[in-house]
């Protein structure tokens, strides 16, 4: 899916967007999206990673929820379904672009400015930023629910493992950086690490 939004509220570390869409094409948990922080091509590009989704549904849409199946026909259903949504999404900036080759991974020094485009990354700009596993480290000192932090780990190492010209090396580096960071947190860790080994289990027995 091929995000297309605009910036409605900003912080320095997060960062909330707009978007029209169908709702199978709505942008997935975990999804990396890049946002310029002021007007301009010279400005640095946040990379955020997508933690909340907001599909929002119009009044008509509300009375169709609440009426008994046998009362809501197919082609309403199959309209609704094929109509664009207003989705709203919130990012947490994971670090800075700062040219095709480079990245940072601390939050910006401020807040992207108001209506300013937010893009998914592409495939090269997920498996460059990623390739570091710093990114882990960013999540972690974000303030949010462990919970939160730690789905939103696994999905991204989850997209980003297959874009690594080397999958298993990818996730056993991110294992290692979350065991450093995690070291007097074992219960947390250890879930963290059976997640991933679970995945990476189940990825093998589906090839």
């Known amino acids: 899916m091929s995000l297309n939004g605009k910036v409605a509220e900003s912080k320095v570390d997060e960062f909330t967007f707009v978007t029209r869409t169908v709702q199978e094409n709505a942008p997935a948990f975990g999804t990396l999206v890049k946002v310029r922080l002021r007007p301009g091509v010279d400005s640095p590009i946040a990379i955020g990673a997508i933690y909340d989704i907001n599909i929002r ?6 009375t169709l929820a609440l009426a008994d199946n046998g009362a809501i ?7 609704y379904r094929e109509s664009t949504l207003e989705i709203v ?3 947490v900036c ?4 700062l040219d095709d080759q480079t990245f940072t991974y601390e939050k910006p020094s401020r ?3 108001l209506l300013e485009e937010v893009i998914s990354c592409s495939e090269d700009e997920v498996r460059r930023f990623t390739a570091d596993p710093q990114f882990i480290r960013r999540l972690l000192n ?3 629910a462990p919970v939160v932090q730690d789905d939103l780990i696994f999905a991204i190492v989850r997209e980003a493992r297959a874009l690594q010209p080397d999958p298993e090396a990818f996730v056993q580096n991110c294992a290692l950086e979350l065991a450093q960071r995690l070291q007097d947190d074992f219960l947390r860790l250890d ?14 027995k589906s090839l």
């Open 89 to 91: 999404g919130s990012a």
């Open 73 to 79: 026909k197919e082609a309403e259903l199959r309209a």
């Open 94 to 97: 994971l670090g800075i672009k």
């Open 57 to 62: 549904a119009d009044s008509y849409l509300r």
């Open 111 to 113: 807040p992207p400015s």
């Open 191 to 204: 879930a963290l690490l059976r997640r991933f080994s679970n995945y990476l289990y189940w990825s093998k």
């Open 142 to 144: 974000w303030l949010a």
